[in-house]
């Protein structure tokens, strides 16, 4: 399943994955496509068979702050949005955690990892109400430790953790603590919300959001407690791409590294969907910092497969993913001096042709275009181009042959010259919907 790698209609930023049996599932806050606020009044959860991950079920709503047509409130003192959850199971028990925008959050169980899950209690904590306000049990990440010690990290722009009594949800008063990782507002490192925990071997590794960009930093300890230690990014969304914030986690799948993270869509911070990558844990306990793709959980994506062109990982020059229905998303506000960038398509070895030929699925604008495509990034080798007329419809030419495993990238130009030309730089010459190569 490429990148988003759930239904594209889904939007479930804030991932938190997590495998629990045979099977991985995603939690994570709702968003919804061109909405001008962050998250839902629900929780949704998905998963998918570890050895199966293009099969993905959606197991429905898990947890509700309002009702709706088919559920009632699972909370009596507040109807607000809820915000970036997680799930952790111990001694056969599935535990939510939740952040309840500008309310005290709760914890819910069940005893499927798929939910339905309800209320246990509000968190319970004899701390000054000025520390709660500054933003501590935001975004609760919990970690279950070998031990059976159970660890809350949380926060925005200044980090929080404690330890939780057998309960569950009260949180043992002398085991709080304050900025486990830096507050320096100024610093490029410093916190601002999104924290996740994972035990891999002895180290703990704490991911965070930081309060300068779009990334997704870690720190590591020796201890669940800490003193953490910068070790550096793991991956940042905004790279040639419309930028925003960012929050999930790693995770390992049948022995392969991931890290969940999502990406926005709709132009706006706001709607979000899940993505992942492959990433490697090495020796040392680092984590090299990855790219963005399109593949998802692919290893490479079938350029001779129709390609939804919402799979973009390079959006650059002001273009932006917008969702007119279920079934119809696009990239629009395409003009001249976008780029549009794919990675990584497979084309195979045949060397038996020179040409190919490529088609794209378009929503005209009235204008005259042309697409230049290039593999191996957008100064790479240009192998052909397409010209895209005024109206609807689709658009094809004949390029070079391609072998091998190449990222795609498309650079769009308008046709126009003369006393006009200028007028056109700032119009949107098309729409694109999807694209194929065919030999």
């Avoid at 692919?298 to 229905?325: H, M, Q, R, W």
């Amino acid at each position: 399943m490429a990148n988003p790698f759930l239904p594209l209609w889904e939007y479930i930023p804030d991932g938190e994955p997590r495998v629990f049996g045979d099977r991985v599932y995603i939690y994570g806050s709702h968003d919804n496509a061109g909405s001008d606020s962050f998250c839902d009044y629900k929780l949704k959860v998905w998963s998918a068979p570890v050895d199966d991950l293009n099969n993905w079920t959606c197991h429905g709503d898990i947890f509700h702050t309002r009702p709706d047509r088919d559920h009632p409130s699972d909370t009596d003192w507040t109807d607000n949005p809820l915000y970036a959850p997680d799930v952790v199971e111990k001694d056969g028990t599935y535990y939510l955690y939740c952040y309840i925008l500008w309310n005290r959050g709760c914890v819910a169980v069940a005893d499927k990892p798929e939910g339905p899950f309800r209320l246990l209690s509000q968190y319970k904590y004899d701390l000054p109400d000025n520390l709660v306000e500054e933003g501590a049990f935001v975004d609760p990440g919990v970690l279950v430790d070998d031990d059976g010690r159970v660890y809350i990290y949380c926060g925005f722009e200044r980090s929080y953790m404690a330890e939780l009594k057998d309960n569950m949800y009260e949180v043992i008063p002398e085991s709080y603590k304050r900025d486990i990782i830096l507050a320096d507002k100024e610093s490029e490192k410093g916190f601002f919300e999104a924290c996740s925990i994972r035990k891999v071997g002895s180290t703990y590794y704490l991911i965070y959001s930081p309060n300068k960009g779009n990334r997704l930093e870690y720190m590591t300890s020796g201890s669940p407690s800490g003193p953490f230690s910068y070790r550096g990014t793991i991956i940042d969304n905004g790279i040639n791409y419309p930028a925003g914030n960012n929050h999930g986690s790693i995770c390992n799948i049948n022995g392969q590294w991931y890290i969940f993270y999502h990406r926005m869509t709709n132009a706006t911070i706001t709607s979000r969907r899940a993505c992942v990558e492959r990433i490697e844990i090495l020796p040392d306990g680092t984590i090299p910092q990855v790219e963005m793709t399109s593949l998802g959980f692919e290893t490479s994506l079938n350029p001779y497969k129709i390609t939804n062109a919402d799979i973009a990982c390079v959006l650059k020059g002001g273009c932006f993913v917008t969702e007119f229905d279920p079934f119809t998303r696009v990239i629009t506000s395409i003009k001249s001096g976008c780029v549009i960038g794919y990675k990584y398509f497979d084309f195979g070895e045949d060397y038996s042709s020179e040409t190919m030929e490529f088609a794209a699925k378009v929503n005209g604008s009235g204008c005259s275009a042309t697409i230049k495509i290039f593999i191996d990034g957008e100064e790479g080798t240009e192998i052909g181009s397409c010209k895209i007329g005024s109206a609807s419809g689709c658009y094809t030419s004949v390029v070079k042959n391609v072998t091998g495993r190449h990222s795609v990238f498309f650079q769009i130009e308008h046709n126009y010259e003369g006393w006009f030309v200028d007028w056109y730089k700032d119009r949107q010459l098309f729409e694109l919907e999807s694209f194929v190569f065919m030999k």
